[in-house]
């Protein structure tokens, strides 16, 4: 028991002085996965809504896709990554493996079906005739769009949350393509996961409360938009 | 000098869903100013149709044209699309303040910001809500929420308005207040209106004239009366049901009743109106009672006339008789009756009604 007392005083030591290392840490997770989730956004709006509001061939096939690629899993992603950047491999002129480049490609990977998936639902979950009306207010494709996206920004909201809740907690990429350079590519998941191996159970349970600190800030987030009263 | 072309008009209209025909509208103008209601049973194609018309469903084959301009998916559509608006059975509002939602169609235009106010506050005061501007869409209640989705529609100031049931989800009290009103801007704004609606009383009391549609075909176009007196088949008439339908003027009013003129005859109602005002009457056939030889002489707020039988339907258990008493006058009698009575087509009888047996439709005076 001593050990786990010991390890959560010092966490909170290290926390309360702000431990340069711990910041530092922190601060170059939030940079990748907020970067990340930043990009998914771009790519998982625009083609979730793409989806939703096009009918062609094989949609069904891309629905489910879209769908299988929310739960993607991290160190598959980090493999395929890799394997791209690789110096032998596809985009190894970019020589950018192992930096948090190459961290926030791989997360972005992983949150980009999120984003997408949810998008795709929120926008079907608005009512059928909302376009027509939309459009029968005089508005340009773009403008029906766009209004589209205002009105279930809700859901999008949550689907952001989503998405960085599932990158700054992966570890898996993270590690694969960041190598976990002191300093340079370790973020909180990578360095609790080498802390723990080395036994600085200390440090690693500072991290550790980060992490869920930050978690419980997102699901706060969360559940408020959730017990918000429900669109009629 | 050609005739002006109307403000719309359609030919040989198409709409195919999963193969089978859902609209088939082989012809359909509508003037500038008038009032068109689209009646029929769920599922006759109205919502089609007035989707269709407003070029949000693209359809098969046919064509549309607006002023005389040829419409098509690729020529004129936006530019048509912001000259119509249309209203839908639920408010579809927008998830933001009343100001805002009212703001949409013409934010959409790009127009400026102090024209938009004007707009908006003009057409809440029209709707009787501008005490609602600031607040949440998803906070207000369903009639004022359908009020506020016209107010967005009429802020366009649109040269052809679409309305698809929107009274449909409202209930009676509500209902009948917007209705009011609506009717009052449409006729201050000559604003063209095709109006969708299962509800024939509704038509009745909006409409310059009336479409019958079923299976996704108009069955008959014409003025109310006519649609209503002379439907054109079996289905048409038990659809607008077989009532006869009178248009005249009150000329004299009394103690809750008032006389009115009807084809140059006075007929007694119960109600208040305005003398010179037009009303519509209703009088089912079931409350009409037929006497031979016909009778002298009126029994309190009876209307008795002198009647032709002009024609004798039967129907079963009943049968129809078509009475002309200067005014058409529909009759059912049972078959005793009608032995009893020795009833023939050209006798000469006497109809009478109790004046609380008409249902009395107010008219808007148009301006």
């Known amino acids: 028991m001593d050990l786990i007392l010991d390890g959560i005083l010092k966490a909170f030591y290290l926390l309360i002085t702000l431990d340069p290392e711990v910041l530092g840490i922190t601060r170059l997770s939030l940079q990748v996965s907020g970067t990340a989730t930043l990009i998914s956004l771009f790519i998982g709006i625009s083609i979730g809504t793409m989806v939703a509001l096009t009918e062609f061939a094989g949609r069904r096939l891309v629905v489910s896709l879209i769908n299988t690629g929310m739960g993607l899993p991290p160190v598959v992603v980090g493999l395929f990554v890799t394997i791209f950047l690789w110096r032998n491999g596809p985009l190894g002129f970019l020589e950018i493996l192992y930096t948090p480049t190459a961290m926030i490609i791989a997360q972005a990977v992983i949150a980009s079906p999120i984003v997408m998936g949810i998008t795709l639902a929120a926008i079907q979950a608005l009512p059928k005739n909302l376009r027509l009306q939309i459009l029968s207010l005089g508005a340009t494709r773009a403008q029906m769009v766009w209004i589209l996206v205002k009105e279930a920004k809700l859901p999008l909201l949550a689907g952001v949350m989503a998405g960085f809740g599932g990158v700054i907690s992966e570890v898996g990429a993270s590690i694969m393509v960041g190598g976990n350079i002191k300093g340079y590519s370790r973020v909180l998941t990578t360095a609790t996961v080498m802390e723990t191996s080395r036994g600085n159970f200390d440090i690693a349970i500072a991290l550790s409360i980060i992490l869920l600190l930050l978690a419980y800030f997102i699901n706060l987030v969360l559940t408020h938009i959730q017990q918000r009263e429900r669109p009629r | ?367």
């Open chain 2, 1 to 367: 000098m050609t005739v002006p072309a109307p403000l719309l008009a359609v030919r040989e209209l198409r709409v195919q869903r999963g193969g089978f025909l859902v609209l088939d509208i082989s012809s359909l103008t509508v003037e500038e100013g008038t009032i068109l209601s689209l009646i029929g049973p769920n599922g006759a194609g109205k919502t089609t149709l007035l989707q269709t018309l407003a070029c949000l469903i693209k359809p098969h084959g046919g064509e549309l044209s607006f002023k005389g301009q040829k419409v098509t998916s690729d020529h004129g559509l936006l530019q048509y699309r912001r000259k119509l608006a249309m209203v839908f059975q639920e408010p579809l509002l927008f998830d933001t303040t009343v100001f805002q939602n009212v703001a949409s169609g013409l934010k959409i235009r790009g127009m400026d910001h102090s024209e938009i106010e004007n707009r908006v506050k003009q057409n809440l005061e029209r709707f009787g809500i501008p005490h609602l501007l600031d607040r949440s869409a998803r906070k207000i209640s369903g009639g004022e929420a359908q009020r506020v989705a016209l107010a967005r529609a009429m802020a366009i100031q649109p040269e052809i308005l679409f309305l698809d049931e929107p009274f449909a989800s409202l209930d009676p009290p509500t209902r009948e207040s917007l209705m009011e009103d609506l009717e009052k801007i449409l006729r201050q704004t000559n604003t063209t209106t095709i109006f969708a609606t299962h509800d024939r009383m509704e038509a009745l009391r909006l409409s310059d004239r009336i479409a019958v549609m079923n299976q996704g075909r108009i069955l008959q176009i014409g003025p109310p009366e006519e649609v209503m007196n002379q439907p054109g088949d079996e289905f048409i008439a038990s659809f607008v049901g077989v009532e006869t339908i009178l248009t005249g003027r009150a000329v004299r009013k009394g103690q809750g009743t008032f006389m009115a003129s009807i084809d140059g005859r006075e007929v007694e109602a119960v109600g208040e109106v305005e003398i010179g005002e037009p009303v519509v009457f209703c009088i089912r056939p079931e409350n009409v009672t037929l006497d031979v030889p016909p009778r002298r002489g009126a029994t309190s707020a009876r209307n008795v006339f002198p009647a032709t039988i002009t024609r004798i339907v039967p129907l079963g258990l009943y049968y129809k008789v078509h009475l002309d008493c200067g005014f058409p006058l529909v009759a059912y009698v049972t078959g005793h009756s009608l032995e009893n009575l020795s009833l023939h087509e050209g006798q000469l009888v006497s109809a009478s009604f109790k004046a609380t047996a008409i249902h009395v439709i107010r008219k808007t005076l148009k301006p």
